[in-house]
C-alpha cells in the first residue's frame, strides 16, 4: 500500500510522559515525529478524540504540549514487540513549552506545500511555514 502522507516524518525516539488532563502517569517513546503529529508507542492508548497532555524529555529540556488522540492500535503486551505499529497516532493542538526545541527535533527538511497550519504556541502565535526548517 502506498503511504499517501503528505508530511514526511523524522523518525526519533524520545521519552514521553502523558496523560488526560495534568496527570501524566504513563510513559512510552515516540517513534516519529512532524511538525502537525507523532506516533506514541505504547500498549496503553486512549481513545481516539482525546485530548491528551503530553512533555517530551529531550536534551534535559522539557517540552509539553496538548494533542489529539487520530488513531489508535491496542496490542496485547505479550505481542507488542512483534507488531509494527501497536500505540497511537496524536495530532498536535497548542504548545504550552519549548515548540522551537520540538521542531529542532525534526531535523530533515520536509515538504511544506499544502501542508495544515502549525498548532500555535502558548501565546497563540504561529509560525509561518516559509521559516521551518523541519
Same mark, same amino acid.
Given at each position: 500500500? #502506498?503511504?499517501?502522507?503528505?508530511?514526511?516524518?523524522?523518525?526519533?525516539?524520545?521519552?514521553?510522559?502523558?496523560?488526560?488532563?495534568?496527570?501524566?502517569?504513563?510513559? #512510552?517513546?515516540?517513534?516519529?515525529?512532524?511538525?502537525?503529529?507523532?506516533?506514541?508507542?505504547? #500498549?496503553?492508548?486512549?481513545?481516539?478524540?482525546?485530548?491528551?497532555?503530553? +512533555?517530551?524529555?529531550?536534551?534535559?529540556?522539557?517540552?509539553?504540549?496538548?494533542?489529539?488522540?487520530?488513531?489508535?492500535?491496542?496490542?496485547?503486551?505479550?505481542?507488542?514487540?512483534?507488531?509494527?505499529?501497536?500505540?497511537?497516532?496524536?495530532?498536535?493542538?497548542?504548545?504550552?513549552?519549548?515548540? +522551537?526545541?520540538?521542531? #529542532?527535533?525534526?531535523?530533515?527538511?520536509?515538504?511544506?506545500?499544502?501542508?495544515?497550519?502549525?498548532?500555535?504556541?502558548?501565546?497563540?502565535?504561529?509560525?509561518?511555514?516559509?521559516?521551518?526548517?523541519?
Amino acid at each position: 500500500m #502506498a503511504d499517501k502522507r503528505d508530511v514526511q516524518r523524522s523518525r526519533k525516539r524520545v521519552a514521553i510522559r502523558f496523560g488526560v488532563g495534568g496527570d501524566l502517569q504513563r510513559r #512510552a517513546f515516540s517513534e516519529d515525529l512532524s511538525p502537525l503529529g507523532m506516533f506514541i508507542k505504547t #500498549a496503553n492508548v486512549s481513545n481516539p478524540n482525546t485530548v491528551l497532555r503530553i +512533555e517530551l524529555l529531550h536534551d534535559d529540556q522539557v517540552i509539553s504540549l496538548d494533542a489529539r488522540v487520530m488513531w489508535a492500535k491496542r496490542v496485547p503486551q505479550n505481542l507488542f514487540h512483534l507488531v509494527k505499529k501497536g500505540g497511537m497516532g496524536v495530532r498536535i493542538i497548542r504548545f504550552h513549552s519549548g515548540r +522551537e526545541q520540538y521542531l #529542532a527535533l525534526c531535523a530533515p527538511p520536509l515538504q511544506l506545500s499544502g501542508m495544515a497550519p502549525l498548532p500555535p504556541d502558548q501565546d497563540g502565535r504561529l509560525l509561518e511555514p516559509e521559516t521551518l526548517r523541519c
